[in-house]
């Protein structure tokens, strides 16, 4: 979508107001040619989540019921007075769209999906020191809410309604293996009904189907990390450092496009760091300098009104494939490319996983690298050796998004981040990779039941590759699959012709 284009039939949107502030009622803007966002976006999610309640559980669910979410805290890094930049708490950004820190949030379970935004009652100074306090009325104008409280009236607010049941989220996050915390607030489980049990399944698959208007976000998000990651590729050469080419991620995203942050930590990994699947955290934080022939993985998704892309992009500093690394990259786009073709809904995803697994070992045999029948190749896991990752996961307002072992999933398998039959409206990477991991390679190697499946004398002309992973973000559509990032060079060909100019 142009920047012409993406903000067509927005006219409703206040700019003037957007000249001094994010907010105008009823949008997110950063001014420029950044997208406006209608937030009637997160009413219809209230609306979306209340109507599948209600449809599945009506006996269950009763008169005067409500949804109670807390947002995220405010807090001091450490022992200091320095306050970190905040990131709302997905769940109730989801619900209510508001980044202010120290929230609770109420949805009535009614055929209006009644809404309460509870906000702390600030302190004179706030003014001096964080800008200025704006009115309940305010923010019922901005976030579309039916009323806005201060947390110090949640509590009699509930009374007043005697309400029946509150329904709270608890349950685990199935990559990270944390429990979600209730909300906490002093006699809340005292004074009422709760329930923790219905709410997260229901409103995690709810965050697993986009709606449209997520899906425009989403977009904006990949359209800006593509143009940053495009923008590296005319920039890269020998001799810079890897977090040179961070830098250029973030101001393009940044500067171009009005993204602050991005989803997660930057993996701008050059040479054999390549191979080294998250790098770029504080104790390898993109340092080295890119070598003659070193090859570029760099992972970087721009997140904008706290939707994120996740994207991967791998090229050679030269902008000229040696004929490894052609092998490795060819292996690769084939797996990609498969999976794309064969995306659909019905399809279930740990297929596209072994579909993907089964085109690398496929080339890496025709290399040389790798000898005997694909069969026995994959019967003793030998594509977990180059492949040591899931296809990819559910993408939105986490990177690794939410509901990736609900509905229909499978049990786990191996490191997949879900084993899910796809459905339309989810947005998901496909992310295929081959690697030549040292310590892997050492252990397949060591084991005769495995070492026999390799041409040792091949695979060492390979090793100092690193690895190679192309990442895009796709949306499952009725009829097959969108690729949300197909504007990026992906081919051979098309990397060295766009990295000559």
């Known amino acids: 979508m142009s920047e012409h284009t993406r903000n067509q039939g927005k006219d409703d949107c206040c700019e003037k107001t957007h000249l001094n502030s994010q907010y105008s009622p009823g949008y997110y803007w950063l001014g420029n ?12 999610n209230r609306q979306r989540l209340v109507s599948q309640i209600l449809s599945k559980h009506k006996d269950q669910v009763k008169e005067n019921s409500f949804i109670l979410l807390e947002g995220g805290k405010s807090v001091m890094q450490y022992d200091t007075d320095h306050e970190p930049l905040f990131k709302q708490e997905r769940y109730f950004f989801w619900t209510f769209g508001s980044d202010i820190p120290d929230c609770f949030g109420i949805v ?17 100074e706030y003014a001096t020191w964080m800008g200025e306090i704006r009115s309940k009325e305010y923010y019922k104008s901005i976030f579309l809410v039916d009323q806005v409280l201060y ?31 209730e909300p906490q607030y002093p006699g809340l489980r005292e ?16 965050r697993v189907i986009k709606s449209p208007k997520e899906v425009e976000v989403i977009r904006y998000c990949v359209d800006a990390s593509v143009s940053a990651h495009k923008h590296i590729m005319r ?10 080419c961070e830098s250029e991620f973030l101001h393009h995203a940044y500067n171009e496009w009005g993204c602050r942050n991005v989803g997660y930590t930057c993996i701008c990994a050059a040479n054999k760091n390549s191979a080294v699947l998250h790098y770029g955290h504080a104790g390898e934080p993109n340092s080295a300098t890119i070598s003659e022939n070193g090859f570029c993985l760099f992972d970087m998704g ?25 092998v490795v990259y060819q292996a690769v786009l084939d797996a990609s490319v498969a999976v794309m073709e064969a995306m659909r809904p019905g399809v279930c995803w740990v297929d596209m996983h072994k579909l993907a697994e089964r085109c690398i070992l496929v080339a890496l045999s025709k290399a040389g690298i790798l000898v005997g029948d694909i069969q026995d190749l994959v019967a003793n896991k030998i594509g977990s050796v180059f492949f040591p990752h899931g296809l990819g996961h559910f993408l939105g307002l986490d990177t690794h998004d939410v509901g990736g072992y609900l509905g229909d999933c499978q049990p786990k ?20 990779g081959c690697y030549f991991i040292n310590h892997l390679l050492t252990q397949a190697l060591a084991n005769p039941e495995t070492a026999k499946f390799f041409n040792v004398t091949e695979l060492d002309k390979y090793r100092n590759i690193g690895g190679v992973r192309i990442e895009d973000d796709i949306l499952v559509t009725e009829t ?13 060909d098309e990397i060295e012709a766009f990295m000559l100019k």
């Open 33 to 44: 040619n950044t997208l406006k966002v209608p937030l009637v976006l997160h009413k219809e």
């Open 108 to 124: 009535g379970l009614d055929e209006q999906a009644t809404s309460i935004l509870c906000i702390p009652k600030l302190p004179a």
């Open 151 to 181: 947390v110090e009236e949640m509590m009699d607010y509930l009374k007043s309604k005697n309400a029946s049941t509150i329904y709270t989220i608890l349950g685990t996050n199935t990559d990270s293996g944390s429990t979600f915390v």
């Open 191 to 206: 004074t009422f009904n709760v329930n923790n049990t219905l709410l997260f399944p229901e409103i995690a698959e709810c």
């Open 235 to 244: 920039k890269v050469k020998v001799g810079m450092k890897e977090y040179q």
């Open 302 to 326: 721009a997140e904008y009104h706290s939707y994120t892309a996740d994207i991967t992009c791998s090229f050679p500093a030269t902008g000229k494939f040696s004929p490894e690394q052609r």
């Open 413 to 432: 398998v191996h490191s997949l981040r879900t084993t899910r039959t796809l459905k339309a409206g989810m947005v998901i990477t496909s992310e295929p």
């Open 480 to 492: 097959g699959c969108d690729n949300l990032s197909k504007n990026l060079p992906r081919t051979i």
